[in-house]
């Protein structure tokens, strides 16, 4: 009986001896090196995760969209170059129907002069009493460039109300997609419609001075007025409006004009303003005899004006309408890259506040277990 008391007591002093061993293995192992364990755990996470989520999970959301600001800048730049290549383009054509304007110009200006003042009984340089006008308003066929067309078809608008508050009615010839569907939705009195196109030509520009000329010659109105953009500078654009038919003899002869030139300065776009002046009248001698009457060749001539003025301002409506492109596209790409900025710095906040959180719950947890 005593031997068994002994062992006993053997057995008890054993067990109290292995158990704070016990208990010094179990904390050793979990907390007891706080920087092995941290190292072990840290380059664990960073191996097996692609992101560090923080702030409820947004932490990937955040990444993904500064992602994608990134690559919609990428778009917006190449719009903006795309944009500076068409406008150099318009002005390249611009610059070629230039010859044929002045020696339109220069004809008739000697015509008028070799008549002596005498007055011109033709029926596009009569005026008549207005009773009705045709609007001919040109807006772009795409978007993505500023306030060109919305500022186009407020000026229309204001025109046509102006209009009907003096008691003159008036519909409207349409160019471009904008401004068809927009006046078409509302219901406003249309007589023809056309697309404005990138590279107008004169076989556009034809069809359209056909059907203001057939519009007038009619009777069907009694002025045409042109509502279109005149290009100021890369940055401004005016919406300007000016009676297209009937025509003015004085106004054609003594009328110049400017051109514009796309350039680069101090790694920049910019842009080159050149005022032409009037063309020469040409010189007809007094003994030169015409097989036609100068007034057929006169009423002849004015339709090749028409033509070349529509031609014209459709190039200058393109070349405004590109130019608003580019500085749109411009901006956008600027808030781009300085929403990216910010959404970086929101993300390296957020990613630093989770580390320094994780580091704070590992010497928690150590600390708890020591």
């Known amino acids: 009986m005593k031997f068994l008391c002994v062992a006993g007591l053997i057995a008890s002093a054993a067990a109290f001896q292995a158990q704070p061993a016990a208990f010094t293995t179990q904390s050793h192992s979990v907390g007891g090196s706080v920087n092995n364990a941290f190292s072990a755990v840290e ?19 955040i990444r993904d969209r500064i992602t994608s ?5 990428k ?3 190449a719009m903006k170059l795309v944009a500076a290549a068409k406008v150099r383009r318009a002005q390249d054509a611009v610059l070629a ?3 044929f304007s002045e020696t339109l110009q220069s004809v008739f200006g000697g015509l008028i002069e070799r008549m002596g003042g005498e007055a011109l009984d033709l029926p596009l340089l009569t005026e008549r009493e207005v009773n009705k006008v045709t609007l001919v308003v040109i807006t772009g066929d795409r978007g993505l460039c500023g306030g060109y067309n919305s500022f186009m078809i407020k000026k229309a608008e204001s025109r046509f ?3 009907k508050e003096a008691g003159i009615e008036c519909d409207m010839i349409l160019i471009g997609k904008k401004g068809i569907s927009y006046f078409e939705r509302r219901g406003y009195p249309i007589r023809k419609t056309f697309e404005t196109g990138q590279n107008p030509d004169s076989k556009q520009a034809l069809e359209i001075s056909e059907e203001i000329l057939n519009t007038y010659l009619a009777g069907e109105t009694d002025a045409v007025e042109l509502l279109y953009t005149k290009f100021v500078s890369l940055i401004a654009s005016t919406p300007s409006a000016r009676t297209l038919v009937p025509f003015s003899a004085s106004e054609i002869t003594s009328k110049g004009d400017e051109v514009f030139q ?13 005022e032409l002046d009037v063309a020469e009248p040409q010189e007809f001698p007094n003994d030169m005899i015409f097989e036609q009457d100068p007034l057929q060749i006169i009423n002849a001539i004015l339709p090749l004006y028409l033509n070349g003025q529509i031609l014209r301002t459709l190039q200058e409506a393109v070349a405004s309408e590109l130019a608003a492109r580019m500085q749109s596209m411009q901006s956008a790409s600027d808030n781009a890259g300085q929403l990216a900025k910010t959404l970086s710095t929101e ?5 630093q506040a989770a580390v320094t959180q994780e580091i704070l719950e590992i010497v928690a947890g150590a600390s708890a277990l020591e």
Do not use: C, Q, W
């Open 43 to 61: 380059g664990s996470a960073h191996r097996n995760r692609k992101a560090t989520i923080v702030m409820d999970g947004k932490a990937n959301a």
């Open 69 to 73: 600001v990134k690559n919609t800048r």
């Open 75 to 77: 778009i917006t730049m």
């Open 97 to 99: 129907t230039r010859p």
């Open 161 to 163: 109300a102006e209009l």
């Open 262 to 274: 796309l350039t680069t300065k101090s790694g920049s776009f910019d842009v080159e303003r050149e």
């Open 347 to 351: 993300y390296n906040r957020a990613r």
